[in-house]
């Protein structure tokens, strides 16, 4: 199997980081179109070790098409999905989860910091197309309480996405990502002293 390698160039200190990414997208995207899937993931699977990237962080779906999950924080331009397609994306594996990404997508794509219950419970069928959450009070307060998914947010009654939460949903489809980071963040137990007549017990 032949492969054309094609170095890709920046011209002059002018042209724009966009304009680079989007000829190396091309010029990837050509040389992939006309292979089999198997060869796709092999090549781009061995750029991966080359370059030493993280290839958790790419999303390779079964058509063969690249998907990033790089953390798409600080920009609502990052985010060009609708939001039951980022959703979809994402893969959330429980509803803790998916309250996270959709409280990203409000934030980086809809600048929309907090929301309320009655909100999230409206989004997460009309515009995120996902079955009903049965008790979305319940679930949002687990996602702030037990997973620290959300935080309180400023004005009455409402809710914002967390810092952790960000992380999460940043690393989304990979659950062993999100696994390193709640395990990171899980606050560490004291242990208790033991007091002379506990000692005089345990002997």
């Known amino acids: ?88 994306r994402k893969k959330p594996t429980d509803l803790y989860q998916r309250i996270a990404v959709i409280a990203f997508y409000l934030k980086f794509k809809e600048g929309k910091d907090e929301f309320k219950n009655s909100e999230i419970d409206k989004i997460n069928t009309v515009q995120a197309r996902q079955p009903k959450i049965g008790n979305i009070a319940d679930v949002i307060a687990k996602a702030q309480n037990r997973h620290k998914f959300l935080t309180r947010g400023i004005s009455p009654a409402t809710h914002q996405l967390s810092i952790l939460g960000e992380e999460i949903v940043s690393v989304l489809p990979n659950q062993d990502e999100v696994k390193r980071l709640i395990m990171e963040n899980r606050p560490k137990r004291r242990r208790k002293k033991l007091t002379k007549k506990s000692k005089a017990v345990s002997n």
């Open 1 to 88: 199997m032949k492969l054309n390698i094609h170095m890709v160039k920046i011209k002059n200190s002018s042209e724009s980081n966009l304009e680079s990414k989007l000829k190396a997208i091309k010029i990837i995207t050509e040389e992939l179109e006309g292979l089999k899937e198997d060869d796709r993931l092999d090549i781009l699977s061995f750029v991966l070790k080359q370059l030493k990237l993280d290839g958790s962080m790419i999303n390779i779906d079964n058509s063969g098409l690249i998907e990033s999950n790089l953390p798409s924080v600080g920009s609502d331009t990052t985010i060009n999905d609708t939001m039951d397609k980022f959703v979809s």
